[in-house]
């Protein structure tokens, strides 16, 4: 089965992205459409989609500089599988939010 995929947009380039590991872990991620080979990520896996999403929104702020607020950011979704694009390969690196 597809692992399932929940984004967020942060305004029409910001994505923030939860999404889990061949093990059943959550990994938070984010890019911006406008580089989406340019990803970032969290070191550690995540034992709840809620605590990926809230680190995968925490590095779409840090790393794009982007403050929060409505209506510019959208509400977390599940992709639903059909929408699901294969994505470029991606340079991913590695952010530790502290
Ligand atoms: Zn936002």
Redesign the pocket.
């Known amino acids: 089965m597809a692992q399932p995929i929940w984004q967020r947009e ?1 305004g029409p380039d910001i994505v923030s992205e939860a999404t889990t590991d061949d093990n059943g872990f959550w990994i938070a991620r984010a890019y911006s459409r406008s580089h989406p080979t340019a990803v970032v990520r969290t070191p550690k896996p995540l034992g709840s989609r809620h605590s990926a999403c809230a680190k995968a ?1 925490a590095l ?2 840090r790393m794009f500089v ?1 403050v ?1 607020e409505v209506p ?2 959208r509400n977390w979704a599940l992709v639903p599988p059909e929408m699901v694009r294969p994505r470029p390969a991606a340079d991913v690196r590695v952010v530790k939010l502290t």
């Open positions: 942060h929104d779409a702020r982007h929060c510019g950011c």
